[in-house]
């Protein structure tokens, strides 16, 4: 079964450009998640989505993050424009379902350097 | 509010010894409890989770957890340590009474474990 994939796996840009990064989630998994991890801390969610619906996006900062999954399939995060506190690595994961007890599946993450 | 501490930034232990990363949370219902490893420029990978039962759940790898509900402990365990288990590790719980919105994990801020030949 393949995994979740992600692309690019590095990134790197100056302050106020844009950047896409890119998830396919495992074949079948309703649930998309992407998490933010920051050197020496553990990730943190930025935003679920169930299908094609967002059911928490509580901590995304809006003012320049987006993201989607038009078609409840692959999804895309965009920064836009980027801050020197924005370099991290953007994880993203799948579960089958929004069920609790669903484990997350984890892509390999998108490096994003900011200078 | 839920969280997940991880009390030490690194364990070293020498291979063939047995090792534990310890991982206490603070949740305001019943818990579920994962244990995940990060090997260097690679994505998470799941080792195990407690949902339910069983105090002692064992996972991949030959690594296994034991759940303690008096002292909100979720420690991670193995008989005999490998070089190759060198890795960080992180504990994460979600909460099902949080009251949030989805079924995100609250991760620790990782252990890094390290197996000395």
């Known amino acids: 079964e393949a995994g979740v994939a992600q692309s690019p796996r590095y990134k790197i840009i100056e302050k106020r450009q844009s950047v896409a990064f890119w998830c396919n989630p495992i074949?079948?998994?309703?649930?998309l998640y992407w998490y933010q991890q920051i050197l020496g801390q553990g990730p943190k969610l930025l935003i679920q989505?169930?299908?094609?619906?967002?059911?928490?996006d509580s901590q995304l900062p809006k003012d320049r993050f987006s993201a989607e999954r038009l078609k409840g399939v692959d999804s895309t995060l965009k920064i836009q424009p980027a801050k020197l506190e924005d370099s991290a690595v953007y994880l993203c994961?799948?579960?089958?379902?929004?069920?609790?007890?669903?484990?997350?599946?984890f892509g390999p993450g998108t490096r994003l350097t900011v200078l | 509010a839920q969280s997940v501490a991880q009390p030490e930034d690194q364990v070293n232990v020498a291979e063939g010894n047995p090792l534990t990363v310890k991982c206490t949370y603070s949740?305001?219902?019943?818990?579920?409890l994962f244990w995940y490893v990060q090997y260097p420029n690679r994505g998470l990978q799941f080792l195990l989770k407690?949902?339910?039962?069983?105090?002692l759940v064992k996972g991949s790898y030959g690594f296994e957890a034991e759940f303690n509900k008096s002292q909100t402990s979720f420690h991670l365990k193995k008989p005999s340590a490998l070089v190759s288990d060198s890795a960080l590790y992180f504990c994460?719980?979600?909460?099902?009474?949080?009251?949030?919105?989805?079924?995100?994990?609250?991760f620790g801020k990782g252990t890094t474990l390290s197996v000395s030949s």
């Open positions: 994961a799948s579960s089958l379902n929004s069920v609790s007890t669903d484990t997350q599946y």
């Open positions: 074949s079948g998994h309703a649930t």
């Open positions: 989505f169930q299908n094609n619906g967002v059911v928490d």
């Open positions: 949740v305001s219902g019943n818990p579920y």
């Open positions: 407690y949902i339910t039962g069983d105090n």
């Open positions: 994460a719980v979600r909460d099902l009474s949080s009251g949030q919105a989805g079924t995100a994990l609250i």
